[in-house]
């Protein structure tokens, strides 16, 4: 389904910012133990040698403040000491392992290789999934309207689309290929990027004694990096006794983002549906559902997967459900996850071949997306020319419903673009002007609509 340069109506406002996961200035309120900053420290300093309490603090994530009691405490029991430092305090001091802190960094590796930004705790990133759920998005017809002003879609199908996504349930796209059931997805993610908000997710969460790892960068689009960048300028010069402890508003162990749009095909097997353990590491990775929460997770071509859609649809039944998953860890222990994402189910297939009707009713919205009317074709059609710079003429569009669309051969959104694909290819090959004549029409449609 092609894009349309419309003439853009003003910008409807976008949602108002979230409330960001407030800075701990405790031990209790960052959901974090003494063990587990010490052990962080240790890993830092084995694998760098040597470090300043700010870096330590900032590679942590941390305020310099939690950080410090870490320090004292290994300080004391001799697994660091102080190489050198300013007299402006503990945060400019250098730290150095000891003999006996290089053996209870090697242990602490042993448990976890993980060395990075702190994690949060599970019962943090489950509130903050709450507060950024997709149903709590403000969706009226004017944003939505704005978000697919570029696509050339059929009447009455924003009245369709709207409720669904206020709902934040499941959306069942399904009709004949090639008219833009993807593209609609995908503007639904737009509309999400762009007057949901943006949301937090943390690098990592701890539960059950185990670290699983959430951000993504190349699935997260962040929108923090002037304020990353300010608070660290503020934090290296170290003018003031004080300044290492300056706190900022925002836990650094979250970023923000936009709300994610997690597209998948073919390729899905259920065991990308549970936790990614690596045994060399000790840690684990959260699956793609997982980190889509509070955004969209597509299931592209569904149907088509190497798992069968009924396995598939079970291991849903009860999150679709419920708005909550089950992760099982390796020692065999479960717990439960959010299940916060718009859902989009899209297939050329018979949704009566594919799921019985006891699935398609959790699946609270089915849209169809049929083939374009001759009024819609023709306008995708002059779209495609223009975009192409090929001088339109309607006796293609005529052309084409007279050989094919008017003989039992439905129209596609698609066919506008791939026929003037292979026009373009032709007159390029032959060094001539490309124009839409009745020669390269019929050169063109007897190779696309060809039976092989």
């Known amino acids: 389904m092609p894009t349309s340069p419309r003439t853009h109506a003003p910008r409807p406002s976008a949602a108002p910012p979230l409330l960001a996961p407030a800075c701990p200035t405790s031990l209790a309120d960052s959901g974090l133990n003494l063990t587990q900053i010490c052990d962080l420290i240790l890993k830092q300093l084995y694998l760098q040698g040597n470090l300043l309490g700010i870096q330590i603090a900032r590679q942590a994530r941390l305020p310099f403040l939690l950080v410090d009691e870490g320090l004292r405490f290994l300080k004391d029991e001799k697994c660091i000491e102080v190489a050198s430092g300013e007299l402006i305090g503990p945060a400019s001091y250098r730290f150095n392992l000891t003999d006996l802190g290089r053996h209870r960094a090697r242990e602490a590796f042993e448990q976890c290789r993980y060395v990075g930004p702190a994690p949060v705790s599970l019962e943090a990133y489950v ?3 709450g507060l950024q759920a997709v149903a709590g998005t403000d969706c009226s017809p004017e944003t939505l309207r704005e978000a697919f002003q570029d696509l050339i879609i059929r009447p009455n199908l924003l009245e369709e689309l709207g409720p669904a996504v206020c709902s934040g349930k499941s959306i069942f796209i399904y009709g004949p290929p090639g008219n833009g059931k993807t593209m609609i997805a995908k503007g639904l993610g737009r509309f999400l990027n762009n007057f949901g908000g943006d949301i937090y997710i943390p690098y990592a969460i701890h539960t059950e004694g185990s670290i699983i790892t959430l951000f993504d960068p190349t699935l997260h689009e962040t929108t923090d990096e002037a304020d990353l960048a300010e608070r660290h300028g503020f934090d290296t010069s ?31 097997t259920l065991d ?9 590491s000790n840690f684990y990775t959260g699956p793609l559902h997982i980190k889509a929460n509070g955004g969209v997770f597509l299931i592209d071509d569904f149907g088509r997967q190497i798992v069968s859609p009924r396995d598939l649809l079970n291991r849903w039944i009860l999150p679709l459900e419920e708005r909550i998953d089950y992760m099982t860890l390796a020692t065999g222990k479960k717990f439960s996850v959010p299940f916060e ?3 989009i189910f899209s297939t050329n297939l018979d949704p009566q071949e594919l799921v019985d009707e006891a699935f398609l009713r959790r699946i609270r919205h089915k849209i169809k997306i049929g083939p374009p009317t001759r009024d819609l074709f023709t306008e995708i059609f002059q779209l495609c020319c223009a975009q192409r710079n090929v001088p339109y003429t309607p006796a293609a569009v005529d052309y084409l419903y007279l050989n094919f669309y008017d003989q039992d051969k439905p129209p596609r959104s698609s066919d506008p673009r791939d026929l003037l694909e292979i026009i373009q290819s032709i007159c390029r090959f032959r060094n001539q002007e490309t124009l839409l004549s009745a020669e ?3 050169e063109s449609t007897e190779r696309f609509f060809c039976q092989v």
């Open 272 to 280: 990308m549906l549970d936790l990614r353990y690596n045994r060399t």
């Open 440 to 442: 390269l029409m019929a």
């Open 127 to 129: 509130k903050q999934c």
């Open 238 to 268: 170290l003018a003031n006794p004080n300044q290492g402890r300056r706190q900022t508003d925002t836990d650094l162990r979250w970023r923000r983002i936009k709300r994610p749009v997690v597209i998948t095909g073919g390729e899905l």
């Open 341 to 343: 994402q718009l859902i």
